[in-house]
């Protein structure tokens, strides 16, 4: 797997959907649940997507249950959560694991990629962001306390300087 574009990922409605639909748009994927101390960053990135999906972003959540069981709902629970609580209109994935043997291939990917702090590829947290290009290439990795505002010069920046080369 070369791009983002090789992958796909159950939404979270059920439906197998090729992550090649972003083609020539800015992509954060980010692994979210909606009992973490960090939750609250779903307004971020609602906010993120709004202000810049016309200049390309799309916003990925992934949901995943591997950190101290704070995504233990069902797919159909949070989607009404996201829905509810944070306005979520972004795209909205079926719950993966992003460590272990049985990680999303896309995460396996990313993490080879853009490994983390000192080299270490394993994800430490929900709301870890990975930045990927209009190219399907990943840019840049953010830790789960970065917030999701202090990343917009590089989303500008990355809707930007590729903007004419699709």
């Not at 972003?22 to 979210?32: K, T």
């Not at 016309?54 to 829905?83: M, N, S, W, Y």
């Not at 190219?135 to 010069?153: C, E, F, H, L, M």
Request: glycine share 8%; proline share 7%.
């Amino acid at each position: 797997m070369t791009s983002l574009y090789d992958f796909s990922a159950r939404d979270i409605d059920g439906v197998e959907r090729s992550l090649a639909d972003y083609a020539g748009r800015v992509v954060l994927v980010v692994n979210v649940a909606s009992r973490c101390g960090f939750t609250p960053q779903y307004a971020g990135l609602e906010a993120l997507y709004r202000s810049h999906r016309e200049a390309g972003l799309t916003v990925l959540g992934f949901p995943c249950d591997q950190f101290r069981h704070q995504e233990p709902g069902d797919e159909a629970e949070i989607k009404r959560f996201c829905a509810l609580h944070y306005d979520v209109t972004f795209p909205l994935y079926a719950k993966i694991d992003v460590n272990g043997a049985a990680a999303h291939p896309l995460y396996q990917w990313l993490k080879r990629e853009r490994p983390g702090v000192l080299g270490i590829p394993s994800i430490k947290w929900n709301f870890t962001k990975f930045l990927l290009g209009r190219d399907g290439q990943p840019i840049k990795r953010y830790g789960p306390a970065v917030k999701p505002d202090s990343i917009t010069p590089d989303i500008a920046a990355a809707c930007a300087a590729q903007r004419g080369q699709q």
